[in-house]
């Protein structure tokens, strides 16, 4: 969106209080999410009424959700716009033939995709840049919105991307990290297999591009051809980050995941056989309904095993319009709290050592 105003002549601020027009754009996909974004658009309403902001536009997951009630509740709301026709977002902003208020421009089964025309703000440092390789998620995780708010797994042309990453590289990028909700998933929509790997393959050949990173992998999709890519070209970083949300196999099942301690470890010594020197990144949940001190106890005993280099926890959040929604939400948030925080301390102790053993090394680092 920054990239289609900019090219339409918009002035970009972070300052809303010297701005014409204030778009807040929300995420959804949990509680804390909507209550941040709602806590914004009041903050940003204020200026409406008080301010020089004469037109407020929201955009993004929260009215795919609650168009209707965002509408109700602030009035001063001109604008709205989804996750679909993001370009539409300059008309919106240009436009004063749109009254009345509350013009929507909405779509209830996205297929918005980028590619390497749509102008792009680079809203990181500038040399690195995140590249979104696919939108949407066809996976059916029981706890999540995503597939519902973005639509179903959508991956762009191989070649759009690596275009992309010439253009990124060509301005001063020099890291890119690739992402989607599912990264493994590239071109299987489309019927390509192989797809990531081919993609990483024509990436390397950027001249100046120095590091390719891949987030967000799926544990069931880690094949060896993205091993042998990882551990034979020097650009792509030997780093994977897998969520792997538990490994109690009841647990996992009731999630809709495949997986248990067995497969993951499995796979993990699969990984590092072929990439030694790979930096591991996961993230866990707990809490989820039938979670216990047991099956918490087996995923601290996981983790102390492996020793991730990155660990991330979330703790579980009733979503309505999950599958998950009708077990219920038995396991009380102070048990889940706590759950975190002791992972949190393991991990914390495995990265001190970690950390530890790498002193007198010598790296290269991007700064
Ligand atoms: S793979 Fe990720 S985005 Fe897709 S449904 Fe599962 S948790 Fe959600």
């Given at each position: 969106m920054l990239g289609y105003l900019k090219e339409a002549g918009f002035r970009i601020s972070a300052k809303p209080e010297e701005c014409d027009i204030l778009i807040v754009n929300t995420c959804a996909f949990i509680d804390s999410a909507r209550e941040e974004a709602v806590s914004t658009i009041r903050e940003m309403a204020e200026y409406k009424e008080k301010g020089k902001c004469r037109r407020l536009v929201v955009t993004g997951c929260l009215p795919q959700l609650y168009r209707h009630r965002l509408l109700h509740s602030f009035p001063q709301i001109d604008y709205i716009l989804g996750v679909d026709h993001l370009d539409t977002i300059v008309e919106l902003c240009r436009?004063?033939?749109?009254?009345?208020?509350?013009?929507f421009a909405f779509s209830s089964n996205p297929t918005y995709l980028y590619d390497h025309l749509t102008p792009r703000v680079i809203s990181t440092p500038p040399y690195s840049a995140y590249v979104k390789i696919a939108e949407g998620?066809?996976?059916?995780?029981?706890?999540?919105l995503v597939p519902a708010l973005r639509g179903r797994y959508r991956s762009r042309e191989l070649d759009s991307v690596v275009a992309e990453a010439e253009g990124l590289v060509a301005r001063g990028v020099r890291e890119v990290n690739l992402v989607a909700q599912d990264t493994t998933f590239f071109g299987f929509d489309r019927g390509v297999k192989g797809a990531l790997v081919k993609l990483l393959k024509r990436l390397v050949r950027i001249s100046d591009l120095k590091w390719i990173r891949l987030l967000y992998c799926h544990p069931d999709r880690v094949d060896d051809q993205l091993l042998a890519v990882i551990a034979e070209?020097?650009?792509?970083?030997s780093y994977l980050d897998i969520?792997?949300?538990?490994?109690d196999k009841k647990l996992l099942r009731l999630m809709g995941r495949k997986g248990d301690r067995a497969s993951f470890t499995a796979l993990i010594t699969r990984i590092r056989k072929v990439v030694p020197d790979i930096a591991l990144r996961t993230t866990f949940m707990v809490g989820f309904p039938s979670d216990s001190e047991d099956k918490f106890r087996l995923l601290c005993d996981f983790c102390r095993e492996i020793e991730f280099d990155h660990l991330g926890v979330f703790t579980y959040c009733r979503e309505k319009g999950t599958r998950a929604y009708r077990y219920g939400d038995p396991i009380p948030q102070k048990v889940k709290e706590d759950f975190k925080r002791r992972l949190m301390e393991l991990q914390a102790l495995i990265s001190s050592n970690k950390n530890t053993s790498r002193v007198g090394n010598m790296r290269e680092v991007l700064i």
């Open positions: 436009s004063d033939s749109l009254s009345p208020t509350n013009h998620c066809s996976h059916a995780c029981a706890f999540c070209e020097e650009k792509v970083c969520p792997l949300q538990h490994v």
